[in-house]
Structures are given as C-alpha cells and as structure tokens.
C-alpha cells in the first residue's frame, strides 16, 4: 500500500503541469490512468485546475488494485477497446497524460493521437517503494540541461550505422540502426514536438533482428526492480538466446514469458540516461532508465519511438558505467559522457 508525502507529491505535480506540460488556462487535458492511482491523478488534476485548464481523467479498466498491478499485463487488445471507445473524445484534447503502471507510450495508437495534434506526456506509474513518482526527486532535473546533453549525443549517434556498448562487467554488444534516427525525452512536450516521456533520456529504435553479443546485467531489471547479482544475457539476430539461470535471470525469464510474445524476446531500442539527479536504485524503472552514466536496453514494441514492432508490451534493462561507440567515436566511457559534453554540463 502507498503512502504519500502531500507536499512532495504537489512539489511533482506542479513541476509537470506548469514544467513540462506548458499548461495555460483553458487548455483540455485528459488524463488516462488506473484505479488504483486515481489519489495521484487528482492531485495533478488540482494543480491543472489552478493554472486554468481544464481536465478530464478517464479510468483504464482491468487493473484495479496494487496486487494486480504487480502480476498482470494490458494486452494490446485492451488498450485497443479502451481507446476506440475515447476515440472521438481524444482529438478534442490539448494534451494527454498516460498516467499508468505499464506505459503506453510506444503503442500505435499514442503516436496516432499525436499526429491528430495533441500533446502526450508518458507518465508511468510503476514504483517498488511504496512512494508516488510524484514523489521522486529527479522530477526536478533541469530539462535545458538534459536537452543540450541529449542534441550533443545525436549528433554523433544519428550520423551512425553501429552502436557498440562495453562494460568492465564482461557486456560486449553491437547494435545496428541503419536508417533509423534517435531522438530525446526529458519531460517536457514542447521540445519533444508533443510527444514526451518522465523519462530523461536519448532513445534510438535499433533494428530489431541485428543486435549480437553479451549483456552482463548489473544495474536493474526495470519493472522488476534491481539486480541483485550481475547475470549473463546472450543475443543473436536481435533476440535473446540465453539468459543465465541464476535468481535474477529466472525472474527476468519467467517475465518474458508471460508476454506469450516472441516479439518481446528482440532489442528494439537503446537508451543512454542524461538525468544527474537520477539514481538506479531499483525503485522505479523511470529513475533507473534515466539515470546519468547509464544506458538500457528496450523489447518489443517500438512504434511509437520510430521502429516496427507492435508487440504486446515493451520493458528494458538497465546497465551501469557503460562505454559506448558510435562507429568509430567514443561517445561515452566507463559512464562518463564526451569532454564537449562534460565540460558544459556537469555540476
């Protein structure tokens, strides 16, 4: 059961009404979140409210409790119904937050949203401390900052054909994105062109089948929280092949399972965190994937972020002090990105 801190909970919402969503008064705003973080919602809703917006929150039906949320999947198919039946509302909307467990940003139907014209703020739920993300401080995360970090690294990413990702832990990974352009999320909308996330980070939709080599997984499982023990990921043809049957591998497995997707079995996206005040504690995959001096790995779908998968989920892994090539050019070592980088924005 969650137990919220007001303060630090109207401290995070009022950074992503008046921070990130730019609300002005008479802006329509629809928020599409879950029972079981309805409270939340409405303490976002207050402070939209007080800026002048108005808003409107919607329940995705099927997941109404905390138990259920740690064990159970929307499929596609309910996301599907649950927007036709919001279909002739969402185009009259200013802007719309997902506020969910399991994100729905990398669904079809999100980006078909955003091409109708509205802004979409990402704004997954899923924690294991018992805290609201509202709550978290690296909401606080000067976006300019992270925005300059994010365009100094695409411009050495997006003129790429290869990744290639190391660790001192034994990782050994090469990815491909032939054709495909990264791109940044750091909460705000506006420098997103509508389409944001809570997540701080550059994301690149990788070729799907092209991924090969070794993850040593040592920082966190993502929903699934940290790892407790570094555990070997094998990759062929952008699938996993094996995954070291230890405690953590088995957890990660039996998650993959459940998906009953292959699709969900293939890379399809790769991040780099650019939050400092980010830590990968295990707390909320958000935090982890957003964390400074780390990098991740996304699965399945990726649509929405410029790939061609529609799978029935999309989760990642998380790992630490990685270095990171594209092509040729060193664009991060041991965690720690380029000099050009570096020398403007560290702290």
Not at 57 to 74: A, T, V
Not at 306 to 314: K, L, P, Q
């Amino acid at each position: 059961m969650k137990h919220f801190d007001k303060n630090n909970l109207t401290r995070g919402a009022r950074i992503i009404a008046q921070k990130w969503m730019d609300l002005r008064k008479k802006n329509s705003v629809l928020i599409i979140t879950e029972a079981a973080h309805e409270a939340e919602m409405q303490v976002l809703k207050a402070c939209a409210e007080n800026i002048g917006a108005k808003v409107q929150i919607e329940l995705l039906p099927g997941l109404l409790s905390p138990e259920l949320l740690s064990n159970e999947l929307l499929s596609n198919e309910d996301i599907d119904s649950f927007f036709r039946r919001l279909a002739d509302k969402i185009s009259s909307y200013d802007v719309i937050v997902g506020a969910t467990y399991h994100s729905i940003v990398t669904t079809e139907l999100v980006q078909q949203a955003v091409k109708g014209g509205a802004s979409f703020l990402s704004l997954p739920l899923a924690t294991n401390d018992g805290r609201s993300l509202l709550e978290y401080d690296f909401l606080q995360m000067d976006t300019a900052k992270s925005r300059f970090i994010a365009k100094e690294l695409l411009k050495y990413i997006n003129t790429s054909s290869h990744l290639r990702v190391s660790t001192l832990a034994g990782t050994d990974l090469t990815l491909r994105k032939v054709g495909r352009n990264g791109n940044y999320f750091n909460g705000k909308a506006k420098d997103s062109k509508g389409f944001a996330s809570s997540s701080f980070e550059v994301y690149i939709p990788i070729e799907e089948d092209r991924t090969e080599g070794i993850v040593i997984l040592d920082g966190s499982l993502g929903y699934l929280g940290r790892v407790d023990k570094p555990f070997k990921i094998r990759f062929k043809g952008g699938r996993i092949v094996e995954i070291e049957q230890s405690p953590c591998g088995q957890r990660l497995a039996n998650y993959i399972a459940d998906f009953s997707d292959e699709k969900l079995y293939h890379a399809s996206e790769f991040g780099i965190g650019t939050n400092f005040l980010s830590k990968c504690m295990g707390n909320s995959y958000i935090e982890d994937e957003s964390a400074y001096g780390t990098c991740h790995l996304g699965f399945g779908r990726n649509l929405a972020l410029g790939g061609e998968f529609n799978a029935s989920g999309h989760f990642d892994i998380i790992l630490l002090a990685p270095t990171i090539y594209a092509d040729n050019r060193m664009i991060m070592e041991n965690g720690v990105m380029i000099p050009a980088v570096l020398d403007v924005c560290s702290f």
